[in-house]
């Protein structure tokens, strides 16, 4: 755990969050200022900056996170309409919290190219 890590906070615990899912290694939550009906944030338990910090090591964690989207997008009842998922990485990259997390969106039409 990252001491200053606001997802690695919520993580454990310490600060509030809407989770709707917690398998141990990856946790999914709502995210506080939503773009869409729904927006969930799926991200591992353990402290990876960003997907470009992710290594060979990485790759059955990275795996269950899509894994993870995959389900709650079931869940949310958004699969057969389709949804966007997206990971912004550093900052021109759009990336505000400092802890990969996977932005899974749904319930309208999404548009593209994004800001
Ligand atoms: P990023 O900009 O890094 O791709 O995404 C960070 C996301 O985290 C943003 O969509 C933002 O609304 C969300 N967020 C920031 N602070 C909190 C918080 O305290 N709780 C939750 N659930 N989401 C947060
Ligand atoms: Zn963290």
Request: proline share 5%.
């Amino acid at each position: 755990m990252n001491d200053d890590c606001l997802f690695c906070k919520i993580a454990a615990h310490h600060v509030p969050a809407t989770i709707v899912r917690d398998d141990g290694d990856v946790l999914a939550i709502r995210d506080i200022n939503p773009q869409a009906p729904t927006h969930i944030l799926v991200l591992p338990r353990e402290h990876v900056e960003s997907a470009a910090h992710l290594t060979a090591e990485h790759e059955r964690l990275w795996g269950r996170i899509l894994t993870v989207a995959q389900e709650i997008a079931r869940d949310e009842g958004i699969e057969a309409a389709g949804y966007r998922l997206v990971s912004n990485v550093g900052r021109a990259g759009g990336q505000t919290v400092a802890h990969l997390h996977v932005h899974l969106l749904g319930g309208r039409q999404m548009t593209w190219p994004p800001g």
